[in-house]
């Protein structure tokens, strides 16, 4: 039996030299907000970026994936890291560290320099989010304070994909795409030079930096999203495909191994003993497979089918920020009085409901018609589930592992979007191919010599014909991620159990032994 430790508590003094808890707030969820949204605010820019860069239509992929995979690859390094050096320090560190990619890409040059820009921008955001996550834990007194606090974390986690949306568009079409990583620049120097004055550096604990279980762990994931996005391209027989997904089961099992051998692994996996912990990665790796492929494929659709320009196209994306704040808000006040697991039944159940509205798009639906209903009815259920995910993963997590709990929580967030994503990717290819063997007849039959010669030099078709294609991929894509959010739901509903002193901490009754 493990020696009972103390709870999660929060710092006795005032953070920083002065200021308070509401500034420290703000710091921390600006620094989350600035992450969160680099994930899609370049989605906007991406045609431009081509243009400009001289990407190929496969290469432009990897200006989204080489964040994504390296920032949900080394977030449990970089929560680890916060542990043993000390959080504040690590955390403005990787702020800095962000700000300096975000400079180098927006003044790249060729498709190489971004590139690693963007990989480089994964890094710090995998050192400064978890790092900032861990900072509210030992800032925030457990109960009422820290779960509000909690609940705009995650609204502003959640929200900050579709703020993105609207913030690439604005840049991209009144100034320039370089704008889309330049914005990040004075932005994090400011957080940079507010951290000191609000926030209070943490405890630190000795330990060592597990290097190989980051590089498995990183170098597996990226081996496994690029197997699905080339089986998508060429096909599951294809000899890299395979390739692919036999580097990853070796370099994810060597991972697995090696974390425990380790004395002091990135990511403990007496973590996952903890039924209610481990059900909520489970929920959270599916949840972000479901959240990505909403955003994805609906940008592409509203851009694409229903005609939007890129301003118009982040504008619609707004109401989902608001309604996930009301569902983050809502479940951070009941949540002393019922607990997490209705919130996370209720909130997976919604979000399927709202995939599955979805699915019925067609090429004559109209936004307000078929897009923002489901849209909000996706957004309410994930603003309900983040609030209470977040609560559960770090509930019972002594101080000195709170680091790689919430690295953990996030990177799961982020590998499961990617790994999401591309399955989602594949369903649809595999959708758009099917139609598109439909409509290429019906198209040469009405088509005028002209129209034939332009098809046969580009293999793209022309509207409304190019339409109907999208739309089926679009479709199929939102049957998988409803399926994603229904996995979610029988996790929550099966997995999840709370205990009676799980609502008294809740409620602020006093601390509890951390496992």
Request: aromatic letters at 8%; proline letters at 5%.
């Amino acid at each position: 039996m493990t020696t009972p430790q103390p709870a999660t508590t929060a710092q006795d003094s005032a953070p920083g030299k002065g200021g308070g808890h509401g500034m420290a707030l703000l710091v921390l969820a600006s620094c989350q907000l600035m992450v969160v949204l680099d994930i899609t605010i370049v989605n906007i820019a991406l045609p431009h970026i081509q243009s400009d860069l001289g990407f190929s239509t496969t290469t432009l992929s990897w200006v989204v994936s080489a964040y994504t995979l390296t920032f949900g690859g080394l977030l449990l390094l970089g929560g680890r890291a916060g542990d043993i050096l000390g959080r504040r320090r690590v955390f403005i560190f990787g702020v800095l560290l962000f700000v300096l990619a975000s400079l180098l890409g927006g003044l790249a040059q060729n498709s190489g320099q971004l590139l690693g820009a963007r990989a480089l921008q994964g890094v710090g955001g995998a050192i400064a989010s978890p790092t900032s996550l861990a900072l509210i834990t030992t800032t925030f007194k457990e109960g009422p304070e820290r779960n509000r606090a909690f609940g705009v974390f995650a609204a502003v986690s959640a929200g900050g994909g579709a703020i993105g949306l609207l913030a690439g568009g604005v840049l991209v079409e009144w100034l320039d795409w370089r704008w889309v990583l330049f914005v990040n620049v004075p932005i994090g120097l400011l957080i940079a030079a507010a951290t000191p004055r609000f926030i209070k550096e943490s405890e630190r604990h000795p330990g060592n930096f597990d290097v190989l279980g980051a590089l498995t762990s990183t170098l597996g994931m990226a081996s496994l999203v690029y197997g699905f996005i080339r089986a998508g391209q060429d096909g599951w027989r294809d000899p890299l495909t395979l390739a692919s997904f036999a580097a990853a089961v070796i370099l994810l099992s060597l991972f697995i191994t090696v974390e425990r051998r380790s004395k002091q692994p990135i990511t403990p996996l007496h973590m996952f003993a903890d039924r209610n912990r481990a059900g909520t990665y489970g929920i959270m790796l599916c949840l972000a497979a479901a959240m990505f492929g909403m955003f994805f494929f609906l940008t592409l659709f509203v851009q694409n089918v229903l005609g939007f320009s890129p301003i118009q196209a982040g504008v619609a994306f707004l109401p989902v920020s608001a309604v996930i704040a009301i569902g983050a808000g809502l479940a951070s006040q009941l949540l002393p009085r019922y607990g997490p697991k209705p919130f996370m039944v209720t909130g997976a159940l919604l979000a399927a409901a709202g995939l599955g509205w979805l699915t019925m798009t067609d090429v004559d639906s109209t936004y307000a018609g078929s897009i923002l209903g489901p849209m909000l009815v996706f957004s309410l259920g994930m603003g309900m589930l983040f609030v209470s995910l977040t609560l559960m993963a770090l509930s019972r997590v002594p101080v000195h592992e709170s680091g790689a709990a919430s690295g953990l929580l996030n990177a799961t967030q982020q590998v499961g979007g990617s790994l999401g994503l591309s399955i989602l990717v594949t369903v649809s290819g595999a959708a758009t191919t099917r139609e598109l063997n439909q409509q290429i007849p019906a198209f040469l039959a009405q088509a005028s010599p002209a129209e034939r010669l332009r098809f046969e030099r580009s293999g793209q078709l022309p509207p409304p014909w190019s339409y109907e294609v999208l739309t089926a991929g679009v479709s199929a894509a939102f049957v998988a991620a409803a399926i994603f959010a229904v996995v979610a739901a029988v996790i929550a509903l099966f997995a999840i159990k709370v205990r009676a002193d799980d609502l008294e901490r809740l409620k602020g009754g006093g601390g509890m032994p951390a496992p």
